[in-house]
């Protein structure tokens, strides 16, 4: 059965701490795994999207790692802000050619406190 | 670009009531994908459309769902008639080949 699994569900951390997210899969075939933000009522947001052959990718503070072998991927943030309070989403595509079929974690919840 | 935009934001509804949610997808995209967002079961696809076309439904909980897209530029998501056990929040996505964007979602409340 194609599974997303995120720990810990819920993270609060002081400003400027850094936090990691974690997120296994099991997910055939698999395409990509993307990883999003989501602010209290609002749409998500890609942070990024990694394929096979991709086992870092950065955007600003956050870095994603992904390792294909072991399906496990984490989010790192660093440095940590108010603003990234919110949601955080693993999302993982099983592949078609035009979007990819997806399977969503249950997410995290971070709460960055001053 | 404005981004994908959904009306209404919120809707309250009766039980029983026809709802039909709508959504402009980014001018481009040829991929447009409907969620539901619920506390209890997180986010879930519903449908999503390649070039308008319907290419995978199974997410749609029960017929009483039904979703169009016409054109290019516009999507409907029908719901009727409505329950409770609907209230949600409903996106709706664009995207291409490797990304998708979503929109502000609709607040869906069916008392």
């Known amino acids: 059965k194609n599974q997303v699994e995120q720990s810990p569900q819920s993270l609060i951390i002081l400003e400027g701490k850094n936090c990691t997210l974690q997120?296994?899969?099991?997910?055939?075939?698999?395409?990509?795994l993307r990883w999003y933000k989501q602010d209290t009522g609002r749409g998500p947001v890609s942070l990024t999207i990694?394929?096979?052959?991709?086992n870092t990718k950065s955007n600003g503070r956050y870095t994603a790692t992904l390792d294909a072998d072991t399906k496990q991927s984490s989010l790192h943030i660093t440095a940590s802000q108010l603003s990234d309070s919110a949601s955080y989403i693993c999302?993982?595509?099983?592949?078609?050619?035009?979007?990819?079929?997806?399977?969503f974690g249950q997410g995290t919840e971070l709460s960055v406190k001053p | 670009d404005a981004g994908v935009i959904q009306s209404p934001r919120h809707e309250v509804t009766e039980m029983g009531q026809e709802v039909t949610l709508r959504c402009k997808p980014i001018s481009g995209h040829n991929s447009l994908f409907w969620y539901r967002q619920t506390m209890m079961r997180g986010l879930e696809l519903l449908i999503y459309f390649n070039n308008n076309v319907p290419i995978d439904d199974s997410g749609m909980p029960e017929d009483r769902f039904s979703a169009k897209m016409p054109n290019a530029s516009f999507s409907t998501l029908k719901i009727q008639p409505s329950e409770p056990r609907d209230s949600a929040v409903y996106f709706c996505?664009?995207?291409?080949?490797?990304?998708?964007?979503f929109g502000p979602g609709t607040r869906l409340t069916v008392t």
């Open positions: 996505a664009s995207g291409g080949r490797h990304e998708q964007y």
């Open positions: 999302v993982v595509s099983t592949g078609y050619n035009q979007g990819g079929k997806l399977i």
């Open positions: 997120c296994n899969y099991t997910v055939s075939p698999f395409s990509n």
């Open positions: 990694m394929t096979f052959s991709e």
